[in-house]
């Protein structure tokens, strides 16, 4: 008898029938070719340049010259130094032939016969006189008791109590005069000392002497000077004279 007979005559229920497990079915795998491909560019998109905000570079040039000038001001402070109340006066005189000399040194340097034989000088030197300008020129007399002296002008410097003179014209006891260029001729460039009070050349002291005799108005700057030009005037000159010059007139 069937197995179902007998269940249905005992009242059972019938068996479940024994069923098979469904199979699921999983989808076919695609293929790789069928993978969609992302373009290279997308993957691997340039970064965008950023943009400078408006006034950025008027603030870093102003920044870069307030730093510039702090840093200025800084080393003018370290390096500035107050200057004194009463700054010390510069007597230095500089060696200049066109430079005038200080007044302290101007004037009439004299030497008479009596001086001279008080320091044993050779007994031949007559009166002699060294004028110094304030123009930096001098004038040497030989004799300024003669009746017709002669007279060397030249150029001179002071400096730190020495002195140089250089003589440059000589006149003669007339109207002449010669210069370097001139033959058989001979111009002294002179080194010494000078004070206020005297002049030193060659172990001969001249002094600063008062001016009794007039000699510095007899040979004044409008003759007696160290560019004449042959047949000019002077320019402040009152006279008719022209320089003329001599052909070796001795001295």
Partial sequence: MDD????????????????????????????????????MESQYEEPKKRKLRKGTIPKLILSVILFVAGVSLIIWSINYEEPEENPPENNTTVSDDN??????????????????????????VTDEAYILRADGTFVYVKDTLAEHPTAKVGRYTITNGNITLEEV??????????????????????????????LVLNNIIYTNSYD????????????????????????????????????????
């Fill in 212 to 251: 009794s005799n007039n000699i510095q108005g007899r040979f004044n700057e409008t003759w007696y000077v160290v560019n004449p030009v042959d047949g000019a005037s002077p320019d402040n000159s009152t006279s008719v004279d022209q320089w003329t010059k001599c052909d070796n007139v001795e001295n």
């Fill in 169 to 198: 014209v000589s006149y003669g006891s007339d109207n002449c005069f010669y210069t370097p260029e001139d033959k058989d001729l001979v111009f002294n460039t002179y080194i010494g000392t000078i004070t206020e009070q005297e």
């Fill in 4 to 39: 179902d007979k007998i269940r249905e005559q005992l009242n059972l229920p019938p068996e479940n029938p024994v069923t098979e497990p469904e199979q699921v079915v999983q989808p076919a795998a695609q293929p790789l070719n069928n993978i969609e491909q992302v373009p």
């Fill in 99 to 124: 430079q005038t000399q200080p007044d302290a040194f101007v004037g009439l340097y004299y030497l008479s016969k009596e001086s001279a034989a008080a320091n044993s000088t050779e007994t031949d």
